[in-house]
Structures are given as C-alpha cells and as structure tokens.
C-alpha cells in the first residue's frame, strides 16, 4: 500500500483564489511528522509547513495551511491568495519514527498551475 | 545560516563510469539523507547517514553508496553508471533526523548517463 498518496496529478487555479491539495497517508505510528514541499522547475525541494502527529492545531505558514485531519489520516495543503510564483510541484511526505526509518516518503506530487 | 549545498550541479557520464556526488548540510546539522528522484519513479530514499554511520539505506542496487564525514558533509558515489541512473539527486539534513524535524533540501545534482 502507498504511504502517502496524492489524488490530483494536476490542479489549475485563478490567481488570487484558494487552492487546496489533497494529501492522504498510511502510518501505524503514533508520532509522525507531515510536511508540504514546493519543487519549482529549477529542481530546488522548498520546505512549506510541518505537521507533527501530536499537534492539536492546525499549522499555518504564511498563505499555507495545513487541514489535518488524524482520524481520516489526511493532511490537505490549503493555498490562499495564489500568486503566479505558486506554479510549482507539490509534495506531500511523511517521516516516521517507528524502527530506523529517519527518511521522508514522498507522494507523486501536485502540478499546480496559477493562471492570471 | 548557509543552507545545504551540493556538487556539482550538473554532470553528464557515459555507461560504466562511476561519479562522486557531494553534499554540505547546514550548520549544525548531523543528519544527512539523499533521495533520486525520477520521472518514472518519483522520490526514492537512497540512504541517511548521522555521525558518519548509515542508519538506513533505500532499495538500491549496491552500486550506489555514500559515507559522511567528520563534519558532517556526504558523498554519494554509484559506480558502473547505468542510463536508468539520470536523475535529480537530492540531498537533505537536519539536526538528528527525527520525526519532528524538517529536512532541508539542497539544490540537486542533475546526472545524464549518456
């Protein structure tokens, strides 16, 4: 089973509007960290936001936000106020604590497109 | 602070030869991780390395290895190049590589096994 599975190969928003990309994962750990990453085209993997298994709230950076929802094991990325420098890769990982994990599972990613 | 480092940026190899890949975290940082990301594959753990031992090592051929130093740079090496080695190769740190911590990315070296 995918550990982390992202649904939206593609999503296409109008600059100004809110984006929200979809994230689930599969973990039997209890602590657990979630984390968003940007890849523009240069290749560069830009850290977003961070969401421990622990946390009660929701994490916000900026115009991200992170709707966390234990239970149903997901973690939606939400871009308000897209700007055309949002246009980018989106990954969605995981790091586990269980064993000697120490690494980041990755989804395949969101293509994000912002149009003017 | 400087963030993670790596070179070369790009490289281009033929079939056979073996290539050194180099990775400087941030300050401070003990943990180093590489990933290869591909187009067919997407991201793939390759290995982390902290205080110079390997705590874990992704699903790869033995060809590809790594070792980190005192001071806590990486290399990554894969010997015998194979075209289906062209990739991005990141690589990331943090300070004890925890759960709780956020890896920090480099910039990537881009291999073409020609």
């Known amino acids: 089973a995918q550990k982390i599975t992202q649904t939206q190969p593609g999503m296409f928003v109008q600059e100004k509007e809110a984006v929200t990309l979809d994230c689930t994962y599969d973990?039997?750990?209890?602590?657990?960290?979630l984390f968003w990453y940007k890849q523009p085209s240069s290749g560069e993997m830009i850290f977003l936001i961070y969401q421990g298994s622990y946390d009660e709230q929701n994490a916000t950076e900026g115009r991200y936000s992170l709707n966390f929802q234990k239970a149903r094991k997901s973690a939606n990325l939400v871009i308000s106020a897209s700007q055309l420098g949002d246009s980018a890769m989106y990954f969605c990982a995981m790091r586990e604590s269980g064993g000697s994990n120490y690494k980041l599972t990755f989804g395949k990613g969101t293509l994000l497109t912002v149009n003017p | 602070k400087a963030g993670v480092t790596q070179t070369p940026r790009y490289l281009i190899k033929t079939r056979g030869q073996q290539v050194t890949l180099s990775c400087s975290p941030i300050?401070?940082?003990?943990?180093v991780s590489w990933y290869q990301q591909t187009p067919g594959q997407g991201l793939q753990f390759l290995f982390e390395?902290?205080?110079?031992?390997?705590?874990n090592k992704g699903n790869f051929p033995g060809r590809f290895s790594g070792r980190q130093f005192s001071n806590s740079r990486s290399e990554m090496n894969v010997s015998t190049l194979e075209l289906g080695d062209s990739a991005l190769y990141l690589c990331?740190?943090?300070?004890?590589?925890?759960?709780?911590?956020?890896?920090?990315f480099g910039p990537g070296t881009r291999l073409l096994v020609l």
């Open positions: 390395y902290f205080s110079e031992t390997q705590r």
């Open positions: 973990t039997s750990d209890q602590s657990y960290g």
């Open positions: 990331a740190s943090s300070l004890y590589g925890t759960e709780k911590e956020t890896q920090y």
């Open positions: 300050s401070g940082h003990r943990s």
